[in-house]
């Protein structure tokens, strides 16, 4: 059987650790790489090109969607955000997982193009936790908090068009059950078609 | 995340080693139960009722039909096979998985029955290595393993209807294998209504 690499969607609401949790994953295992996104906002302190994100120009980014180098974009707060098609396919031609931390709305454009996507949720324990995962950041007024949580009950409809979800509560064992639900996904039949048709093919010469 | 109790439905090609897979697995861990099938046929050497199946007669195999005792049912050779229902849901409602060992018609029916059901397909590393497993056995004629292989060229053809495959090359690994396999299916949205529905209104009422 051999192991092909696919593209791996992550969301979840924010405030559900879903950084920290691909952070930890990639270092933990080689078989997976990070997309970095591009986008038109301004970087944040402590934010490096390249590393968060590709920061560009309005122009930059709408040449990219015009020179087909996005696999999927979208735009939250005026401004855009995108992955770069590049990267992603070298990477799956090496045989590696690539996570895409990515909303929605991304998903869906992904799982068109790229049937073999695993589509993976990331949820709290409980809304409570949740709120209180943003609280405890202290680094949001009350207002953006409410805002997230809005977002949350809008992004909750959403959730049935994943393959999986997964709960966040403790963060080691979370990295462990990501792994094993991709590993779990790579063994689908539809994503074998070629493995299932060698060994048709065995029977039928032997 | 309540983890519910769910049918596993285990098929592969003769030979290619799921009953010792299974036997293994229930050993190994408590949250599994393997449903004991009923047959018309007679026991073989060595077998014992209620253990191996439950061997019935022809009108106790169709009272249970009758009476909707069985969850499916299929004939081969002249023979009977069915899985009686009461097993399977007193343990489901216990929150334990249920192991079916049987073919695709019956993975069909049950399909039907419990769209929750995971179906998993055991693969050999290859034919050739199917083959001589068969022959290593060394209970059966030439004729008999001719007739197995000739089985395995119509099961093949209904693998896709499969949720997963797994490769039985190493027993060790490969019960492992299924265990995070059967782990991850656990964590598909469509088994886990009942707490995303939680955690939605959960949101609503912060």
């Given at each position: 059987m051999n192991r092909?690499?696919?593209?791996?969607?992550?969301?979840?609401f924010s405030g559900v650790g879903k950084g920290t949790l691909?952070?930890?994953?990639?270092?933990?295992?080689d078989r997976?790489?990070?997309?970095v996104?591009?986008?038109t906002r301004c970087p944040r302190p402590g934010e490096e090109n390249g590393r968060e994100y590709f920061f560009v120009s309005n122009e930059e980014f709408e040449r990219l969607i015009e020179e087909n180098g996005l696999i999927e974009h979208a735009g939250f707060v005026n401004h855009y955000y995108g992955t770069p098609r590049k990267f992603v396919e070298d990477k799956l031609s090496d045989g590696i997982d690539v996570i895409l931390e990515i909303e929605i709305q991304g998903a869906r454009q992904i799982k068109k193009q790229y049937p073999d996507?695993?589509?993976?949720f990331v949820?709290?324990?409980s809304a409570i936790e949740l709120k209180n995962r943003l609280i405890g950041r202290g680094t949001e007024s009350a207002e953006v908090i409410d805002k997230r949580l809005k977002r949350a009950k809008e992004e909750a409809v959403g959730i049935e068009d994943y393959d999986y979800i997964v709960v966040n509560d403790d963060l080691d064992e979370c990295v462990q059950k990501v792994h094993q639900i991709i590993d779990a996904a790579?063994?689908?039949p539809f994503r074998n078609i070629d493995f299932i048709n060698t060994i048709r093919n065995e029977l039928f010469e032997l």
């Open positions: 092909k690499g696919l593209i791996i969607v992550v969301s979840g691909m952070k930890e994953l990639i270092k933990r295992y997976y790489a990070l997309s996104s591009a986008t996507a695993v589509l993976l949820m709290p324990p790579h063994h689908a």
